[in-house]
Structure formats: structure tokens, C-alpha cells
């Protein structure tokens, strides 16, 4: 009878133990895009449902552990950029790719709005061979939209090291919400981008703009 009994129990314990154990964490993907001012990108892509985590940073060039000072006075071919967290279970990169189209200017290639120069190019760094199939798919398909009657310059890159910026960087919008805010109005932002893609403007971002 004893027997029986421990029998039991420890047929049990397998049972017990898999209800102890935590779920598995959603599935996490990864996606770089630099679209001009880090502070903004990072801004506008806080607002989508599905979005985990952003960090604004600086990827694609030769120095190494770059900074803030070293990227924005040009020479180390980096550009400044967003690292994207995302669930792809509840927003796909296409809808990402979307998004990140239709919040820059794709069609200047010597930098975005009020900031010239290298560092501030736009670029989709593909961060899976993936990713690069469906983004090369994404400019083409735009392209062949119609939506702007200008050439679309954005280039699509394997994406490379990224490098956090410094601390006061991150989440600067909600750090120094006026300050940002002055900024992104006299720099044009907004404007442009409804200059460029009139009522298709930041097509998959939450909020006015």
C-alpha cells in the first residue's frame, strides 16, 4: 500500500514540475533603420503596438565604440540609427518597413530635413538575409507604387556592429520633451514628410504628427 502511494506522488512530480515552470518568452526580432535623427525615429516607432524596445545608436562605419561627437562631424561612416526590439507575432517587419518609409524622406540622399551629411542618411540595415530579401521587395514595391514621383535613394545594407549612444541620447523625447519638440518643429520634419507622402504620412504610426 505504501508503495503504491510513493508510486503515485512521484508520478505526479513531472506533472508539477512543467505548471512551476515559466512560459517561454515571446519570440523576439530584431530590425536597424536609420531615418535621420535618432531622437525622433526613435520617437515615432515607440508609438507601434508590437514594438518592445529602441535604442538609438550608430552603425555602419569603420570606427570602433563611436561617439556622438565622432559621428556627427563626419569621417567614420557611421550613421545614426535605431535598433528595433520587436514581437513579431504582433507587428510584422513589412509593417515595420511601412512604418519606417513613410516617417522619412527617402528620397534625399544627403541627409534628412534640417540635418545634412553622412551621419544622417537614410538606410534599412537588414539584420537577416531575410530581412534583406523582403526589404529589397518593400523599395520596390514602393517604387512601383507611385505614392512620391521622385526616386526612392534609401540604400538597404547588411547590417553591421551597432554601438549604443551615450545615455542622454536615449529616450531624449521623453528626457527633454520640450526641447524635442522645438527641435523637430524648426528642423521641418513633420512638414516634409507630408510634403513627400501627402495622406500616406507616417502610414503606421499611432498619433498626430
Given at each position: 500500500?505504501?508503495?503504491?502511494?510513493?508510486?503515485?506522488?512521484?508520478?505526479?512530480?513531472?506533472?508539477?514540475?512543467?505548471?512551476?515552470?515559466?512560459?517561454?518568452?515571446a519570440k523576439t526580432e530584431t530590425a536597424?533603420?536609420?531615418?535621420?535623427?535618432?531622437?525622433?525615429?526613435e520617437s515615432d516607432f515607440d508609438k507601434i503596438d508590437g514594438v518592445l524596445e529602441t535604442t538609438s545608436g550608430y552603425t555602419g562605419g569603420r570606427t570602433e565604440n563611436p561617439t556622438y561627437?565622432?559621428?556627427?562631424?563626419?569621417?567614420?561612416?557611421?550613421?545614426?540609427?535605431?535598433?528595433?526590439?520587436?514581437?513579431?507575432?504582433?507587428?510584422?517587419?513589412?509593417?515595420?518597413?511601412?512604418?519606417?518609409?513613410?516617417?522619412?524622406d527617402p528620397t534625399d540622399a544627403g541627409g534628412q530635413f534640417c540635418d545634412r551629411g553622412e551621419s544622417y542618411q537614410t538606410t534599412i540595415?537588414?539584420?537577416?538575409?531575410?530581412?534583406?530579401?523582403?526589404?529589397?521587395?518593400?523599395?520596390?514595391?514602393?517604387?512601383?507604387?507611385?505614392?512620391?514621383?521622385?526616386p526612392i535613394v534609401t540604400p538597404i545594407?547588411?547590417?553591421?556592429?551597432?554601438?549604443?549612444?551615450?545615455?542622454?541620447?536615449?529616450?531624449?523625447?521623453?528626457?527633454?520633451p520640450i526641447r524635442y519638440k522645438y527641435y523637430r518643429y524648426r528642423c521641418g520634419r513633420d512638414q516634409r514628410v507630408k510634403e513627400v507622402w501627402g495622406p500616406n504620412a507616417y502610414k503606421g504610426i499611432p498619433g498626430e504628427h
Amino acid at each position: 500500500m505504501i508503495a503504491r502511494k510513493a508510486a503515485k506522488a512521484l508520478a505526479v512530480l513531472p506533472l508539477l514540475y512543467a505548471v512551476s515552470l515559466p512560459a517561454h518568452a515571446a519570440k523576439t526580432e530584431t530590425a536597424i533603420f536609420a531615418g535621420g535623427c535618432f531622437w525622433c525615429i526613435e520617437s515615432d516607432f515607440d508609438k507601434i503596438d508590437g514594438v518592445l524596445e529602441t535604442t538609438s545608436g550608430y552603425t555602419g562605419g569603420r570606427t570602433e565604440n563611436p561617439t556622438y561627437k565622432q559621428v556627427s562631424a563626419g569621417g567614420t561612416g557611421h550613421i545614426e540609427a535605431l535598433e528595433v526590439k520587436y514581437d513579431p507575432a504582433k507587428v510584422s517587419y513589412e509593417e515595420l518597413l511601412t512604418a519606417f518609409w513613410h516617417s522619412v524622406d527617402p528620397t534625399d540622399a544627403g541627409g534628412q530635413f534640417c540635418d545634412r551629411g553622412e551621419s544622417y542618411q537614410t538606410t534599412i540595415f537588414a539584420t537577416s538575409p531575410a530581412q534583406l530579401k523582403r526589404a529589397k521587395a518593400s523599395k520596390k514595391a514602393l517604387e512601383k507604387s507611385g505614392e512620391t514621383n521622385r526616386p526612392i535613394v534609401t540604400p538597404i545594407r547588411t547590417a553591421s556592429t551597432f554601438y549604443d549612444a551615450e545615455d542622454y541620447h536615449q529616450n531624449y523625447y521623453e528626457k527633454n520633451p520640450i526641447r524635442y519638440k522645438y527641435y523637430r518643429y524648426r528642423c521641418g520634419r513633420d512638414q516634409r514628410v507630408k510634403e513627400v507622402w501627402g495622406p500616406n504620412a507616417y502610414k503606421g504610426i499611432p498619433g498626430e504628427h
